[in-house]
């Protein structure tokens, strides 16, 4: 097995809030019923836990990202809401990808880790191709 991309994002917890409450705003919608419906199940900010998530597919993007460098970009700037980030029983993160960016990387492994710390969240994302066999 072999790393082929590592990606990490911040988000301003305040901010991300800010942008969700903003009267006639859409951005929720952005997110799976899955990844809402597990941020409800939470106890806590949901606002803090769209956050980290949304840190998370930034991440997953900014790896892809820097696997083909020197390459043209293959997705389109709305690739992000081709990442989804569910939890298990036990609140791990793992990705699940969707559309144009699944036939791009779906073949890859992707180690995710989230985190928050004051008002930031944060994410890091690793791709890894698989060890042939």
């Not at 840190?55 to 043209?72: M, N, T």
């Not at 960016?101 to 779906?106: D, M, P, S």
Request: negative net charge; glycine residues 10%; hydrophobic residues 45%.
């Amino acid at each position: 097995m072999s790393i082929v991309g590592v990606g990490i994002d911040m988000v301003s917890v305040p901010e991300f809030s800010e942008q969700l409450s903003t009267p006639g705003s859409t951005f929720i919608g952005h997110f799976s019923v899955g990844e809402r419906r597990d941020v409800a199940d939470r106890t806590g900010d949901g606002a803090r836990n769209l956050a980290v998530r949304w840190a998370a597919r930034e991440a997953v993007i900014k790896a892809w990202s820097s696997s083909r460098f020197g390459l043209a970009p293959l997705l389109p700037d709305t690739a992000v809401n081709q990442v989804e980030i569910q939890s298990d029983a036990y609140g791990r993160p793992r990705v699940r990808l969707h559309g144009d960016l699944a036939n791009a990387i779906g073949h890859l492994n992707i180690h995710v880790s989230l985190t928050h710390d004051g008002d930031m969240a944060g994410a890091v994302a690793i791709l890894e191709e698989p060890a042939a066999g």
